[in-house]
């Protein structure tokens, strides 16, 4: 873990936080472009790597040091619900895509699967 954190961002939030922040990133790599149609398209590779590189940045620390209070598998379940967030605001807020009750009911049964990952039989 970093040595100089606010004692408000806890070992178990840090991970988290930069887990969103690294999704934003990558959501924008992976669907940014799709406003942006007419661009070239290898132009739109360099710049969506480039933003994945940023997106890297924050997820490898952040599964390291999530690692010293999450499992693997709660890690990839975080960032898994997290990256479902980050795309459902993403869709409806810069694509304007609107999200029906088919995808809430997708979502649910995905934070179901959550609960069983975090929940100790």
Known sequence: MP???????????????ML?????????AWYGHLKFKQSWLP???LVSWGIALV????????NRWGSEV?????????????????F????????KEPLGWNHAAGFA???????FIFHKW
């Open 88 to 95: 459902a605001a993403f869709s409806v807020l810069y694509l």
């Open 55 to 62: 997106e890297y940045c924050l997820a490898v620390p952040a």
């Open 3 to 17: 040595a100089s954190l606010p004692a408000s961002v806890t070992p178990f939030l840090l991970p988290v936080l």
């Open 70 to 86: 999450y499992s693997a598998a709660q890690l990839k379940t975080i960032q898994e619900v997290v990256t479902l967030l980050v």
């Open 109 to 115: 049964l995905i934070a179901a699967g959550a609960f």
């Open 20 to 28: 969103l922040a690294s999704n934003v990133f990558m959501t924008f």
């Open 43 to 45: 132009l739109v590779i």
